[in-house]
């Protein structure tokens, strides 16, 4: 059925897709939408006081190490409440009543971050020390600050462990990979503009309520989108493994046990969860305290843009490989040589940056400034980004009939377990050498993808459905 322009669509009447019986609705493109800009307000609060930490330090009265801390919560509880997520996306209503929920968390969370601005007098008491120009008490706020940091946190695995269980009950399948990239960028998306907008807005500490208010103002607006409109999925279902999936009515808590022990009996699987996670774990943390690692040699705004640079070329890489993972057979067909190519050349640029500084007593192996640096750390970022999408898709096909938030949730808890990792030795290692265990890190993930033995279970499923149908 056409829908030409100017005319107002009837979701009663869906468009063909291209698998026959099954049908597309135009309304994904807003259910896609509204979930990418929750995943991508969510990242963006758990950055908040990162990118500043000496205004955050100075307006909560707070040391390095709490500010420190207020970024760990997002591993921390992430890694806490996959579980819980992972279950609650494969009951009945399970992806609708998981994306509320993480939408109400993140919008109580900057709600509650704000509310010791209405009373400076009781979160402040002390008020500001003009010989230090810190706050001098602030307890009281803190602790809303840590709830609230708390919340967003656990509201993380809601909107980006349930991204392919999204893609595969929406979208058809010459659109699932595409999905699935850009729900996973826009999360890496959140944390780019993070980088670049908190220290834009907030130039001292009396700016940070500003800030805040801010984010409250997103919160909410996301919040609403969801409630305006988000059914769990569409009357008819896009492929015949979102049909399969329809039947279902949601697991028990025996199932979902039993479902997460056959993905890990999945060789093939673990080890293509350890790789994604080791990569993108330490990814993760190790950009997130870029500004201090690079401290002494770059200014926090520099280092702000290396990460924003880094972030953006992710996501144009995430969203070439989306659309040629799912309509050009010599990549829909080999998702593993397409990412021991992409883990090789992102491998190249990490030693490159590597390289570029000191290591140890060893002096910098390669000439750089600002912009050998900026070249190296953007160019890495496009390789890599271009991995998740088929990391996701990949786990998908490895481990079916399990279901796509399971192995989801899987993927994503290891990669905060090894965030956590990163995170708890950062301290107490040296800054150069904390370069080196990044490009380390995406050898260990290019190891685990050789070894590999893929298999597309998702889609010899749907094949055969499809051949039985025609017969």
Not at 110 to 118: K, Y
Not at 197 to 214: E, Q
Request: hydrophobic share 50%; proline share 6%; glycine share 6%.
């Amino acid at each position: 059925q056409a829908v030409s322009m100017g005319t107002a669509v009837d979701e009663s009447a869906p468009l063909l897709g291209p698998n026959g019986g099954y049908r597309a609705y135009p309304s994904r493109f807003y259910i896609l939408l509204t979930y990418s800009m929750l995943t991508f307000f969510q990242s963006m609060i758990w950055l908040t006081y990162s990118p500043i930490p000496t205004q955050a330090e100075e307006y909560y009265g707070i040391s390095e190490a709490m500010t420190d801390l207020l970024l760990n919560w997002g591993a921390i509880f992430f890694v806490i409440a996959v579980p819980f997520v992972s279950y609650l996306a494969n009951r009945p209503n399970g992806l609708r009543n998981s994306v509320l929920a993480g939408a109400w968390m993140v919008a109580v969370a900057t709600v509650l971050r704000c509310i010791p601005t209405f009373a400076p007098g009781f979160f402040f008491p002390g008020g500001w020390d003009d010989s230090t120009g810190r706050s001098s008490e602030a307890t009281g706020a803190m602790v809303l600050v840590h709830i609230a940091q708390i919340l967003n946190a656990a509201a993380g695995p809601m909107v980006i462990a349930t991204v392919t269980k999204l893609s595969g009950a929406w979208f058809p399948v010459s659109e699932r990979t595409t999905a699935t990239a850009v729900a996973v960028l826009f999360n890496n998306f959140g944390a780019a503009v993070g980088f670049v907008l908190m220290p834009a807005i907030v130039s001292t500490f009396s700016d940070i309520p500003t800030l805040l208010f801010i984010h409250l103002g997103f919160g909410v607006c996301n919040l609403l989108a969801v409630l305006a409109y988000f059914p769990d999925k569409p009357p008819t279902p896009p492929s015949s493994a979102a049909e399969e999936e329809a039947k279902s009515n949601g697991q028990t808590v025996m199932q979902f046990f039993q479902d997460s022990a056959e993905a890990f009996k999945c060789v093939p699987f673990v080890l293509l969860a350890q790789g994604f996670g080791v990569m993108s774990g330490v990814f993760n943390a190790w950009s997130g305290i870029l500004a201090s690692i690079l401290q002494g040699q770059y200014t926090d705004v520099e280092a702000g843009w290396f990460s924003f640079a880094s972030t953006i070329a992710a996501i144009v890489g995430g969203f070439v490989i989306g659309p040629l993972a799912d309509r050009v057979p010599l990549v829909q067909q080999h998702f593993k040589a397409s990412l021991i190519v992409l883990l090789v050349l992102c491998l190249i640029c990490f030693v490159w940056f590597t390289f570029s500084f000191s290591i140890a007593s060893i002096d910098a192996l390669l000439p750089s400034n600002f912009w050998t640096v900026a070249i190296s750390i953007t160019i890495s970022g496009l390789f890599m980004g271009a991995t998740y999408p088929l990391f996701y898709e990949l786990s998908v096909e490895l481990t079916y009939p399990v279901t796509e938030a399971t192995s989801a949730g899987i993927l994503t808890l290891v990669s905060n377990v090894w965030s956590l990792a990163f995170l708890f030795i950062a301290p107490v290692i040296p800054h150069d050498i904390a370069n080196t265990l990044m490009a380390v890190s995406v050898l260990l993930c290019l190891i685990c993808v050789i070894l590999v033995k893929e298999r597309y279970k998702r889609r010899e499923f749907e094949a055969a459905h499809t051949s039985t149908a025609l017969n």
